[in-house]
């Protein structure tokens, strides 16, 4: 009899979101100072965003899960009875962990489907809290991939970054751009294209003008949708609080708060926000 088995990487955020404990997560590095940390488990994003507050000079860095220990989490889950894996990850374009999950996938006796969410952060929760709600009502794994799918093809997430020195640091902006726009005090309207990609509308004068855009942009575009909205935030959750507030005037009801990861954050840094939306279809 076919079970299937739902694992999700840690760039979803779901540690930070109730869901089904039988949902496993794999989860990326963060390195502060040559001293390595497992996502959430060593380190939750509170704690990174204040000690980046007090130090912006800290040395960080990232690593995906490796190979292997994602090979150790499908053993598990086969010796756990699962005889089919559905596994899903952050866009492929944003990290190496899809290409790491696929090889893994090669080293084990069982069928493992790896998903490339085109995403990160609640898109990619929503697939697995999704997929496992699905696989225990006994769909099968081409009707869940028919329905992740659906949630990936209908989604859009807009991001603001309150500093450019992150994306310069961490090879997302060349050195020259970020210098130029540090002067001019440009912030970069970012969106999550359809391929998953992390790509720049428009440039804006100012934080404050950039959010303003952002939150203009994503009230037009959900207008007369159907929608499931969602919040971004890393050290700014009073300011996304307010955000909330101001958007349910508009209509939207039920948006989620979720915290940036800190391995994402850290190609980001402090004071980013990002809204999306799933469409309900």
Do not use: W
Not at 32 to 61: A, Q, T, V
Not at 121 to 130: D, F, N, R
Not at 138 to 144: D, Y
């Amino acid at each position: 009899m076919e079970r299937i088995g739902v694992a999700v990487c840690g760039n979803s955020g779901i540690d930070y979101l109730v869901h089904d404990k039988e949902i496993r997560k794999f989860r990326s590095l963060l390195n502060i100072e040559k001293k390595e940390y497992e996502d959430f488990i060593e380190i939750n994003s509170d704690d990174f965003y204040s000690r980046l507050e007090k130090n912006p000079d800290l040395d960080i860095s990232t690593s995906q899960t490796s190979t292997g220990k994602i090979l150790e989490m499908y053993e598990e889950m086969k010796n756990a009875g699962y005889t089919k894996l559905i596994v899903i990850t952050i866009s492929k374009l944003l990290s190496g962990t899809y290409q790491n999950a696929v090889l893994a996938a090669k080293m084990i006796d069982i069928e493992v489907i790896v998903y490339d969410s085109l995403s990160l952060t609640y898109v990619e929760a929503l697939m697995a809290m999704t997929a496992k709600k699905m696989a225990d009502e006994k769909k099968s794994a081409e009707e869940i991939i028919a329905q992740l799918d659906k949630i990936r093809d209908n989604n859009h997430v807009y991001i603001t970054v309150n500093t450019l020195k992150y994306l310069v640091k961490n090879g997302r902006l060349s050195g020259v751009a970020g210098a130029i726009g540090s002067l001019l005090k440009l912030r970069p309207l970012l969106h999550l294209s359809k391929e998953g990609k992390v790509e720049t509308l428009d440039k804006i004068r100012t934080t404050s003008k950039a959010r303003e855009e952002l939150k203009q942009r994503f009230l037009t575009e959900v207008k007369d949708k159907n929608v499931i909205p969602f919040i971004v935030y890393t050290n700014n959750m009073a300011e996304m609080l307010d955000l909330k507030d101001e958007l349910e005037t508009h209509g939207l009801n039920d948006i989620l708060l979720i915290p940036l990861t800190p391995v994402v954050g850290c190609h980001a840094g402090p004071g980013t926000m990002g809204v999306g939306y799933i469409e309900k279809v």
